[in-house]
């Protein structure tokens, strides 16, 4: 299959590492072309075998897989990022996107959830484990970008129903919150999926957070 997604996955933990390999290659979607178990070599692999993304534990040893994704974006900017953590702690995940990582999830979920991630880092999208989302959009203090750095695409009221999506609100807070009807929610979250070319409403708010529109 010539267009399969070629995976990388640099882990520590040999079970885990074995883990990720087995679900990865029982997906016809993925070709994995290569494993390591510690950001010096996890760089040496990656280099060599120019990945379309990097599936990388945020605890190495030798470099940590922060340091070794900062790495990876510079010298391979073609190459996208997954980290993958025991941890919801907000100051790794700030780190993790200021570093270029594209994806971030949670070793306590599901596999499937973590080929989701994959998929979407390689189609060029940024997703955040829904475990840890809404706990970290809420505790950013500022964005990556400049705020309003970009043209925003999204109207006036879009951007009021980012910021609750962004602040963890479900349809019904919002539209009670905006004094709107709950289908004209849906409604305009459905525009903001289609204007900011997401799948879900995670990937909005930190897409909007990245490019400084919310």
Do not use: W
């Not at 993925?30 to 760089?43: K, Q």
């Not at 998929?119 to 500022?142: K, M, N, S, W």
């Not at 980012?162 to 609100?169: C, D, T, V």
């Not at 919002?174 to 305009?188: D, E, P, R």
Request: aromatic share 4%.
């Amino acid at each position: 299959m010539a267009d399969r997604i070629r995976v990388i996955v640099v882990e520590d933990h040999a079970l885990t590492r074995a883990g990720l390999v087995t679900a990865l290659s029982r997906d016809s979607a993925f070709e994995v072309v290569g494993e390591a178990a510690d950001g010096p070599s996890g760089f040496e692999l990656a280099t060599s075998v120019a990945p379309d993304v990097a599936v990388i534990d945020i605890g190495l040893p030798g470099e940590d897989g922060i340091a070794l994704t900062g790495r990876i974006r510079r010298a391979l900017p073609k190459t996208h990022v997954v980290i993958l953590t025991m941890h919801d702690l907000e100051d790794e995940v700030i780190a993790a996107l200021a570093a270029g990582a594209d994806a971030y999830c949670l070793k306590a979920s599901r596999p499937e959830r973590v080929l989701d991630a994959v998929r979407i880092a390689a189609e060029g999208g940024v997703y955040f484990d829904p475990l840890v989302a809404h706990v970290v959009l809420r505790g950013f203090g500022r964005p990556l970008v400049p705020a309003r750095a970009t043209l925003s695409p999204l109207t006036e009221r879009e951007t009021q129903v980012l910021e609750l999506i962004a602040e963890g609100k479900s349809n019904a807070e919002i539209a009670a919150k905006l004094s709107i009807g709950l289908g004209t929610v849906k409604g305009h979250i459905r525009d903001i999926l289609e204007k900011l070319s997401v799948a879900d409403r995670t990937q909005a708010a930190v897409e909007a957070f990245r490019r400084g529109l919310i």
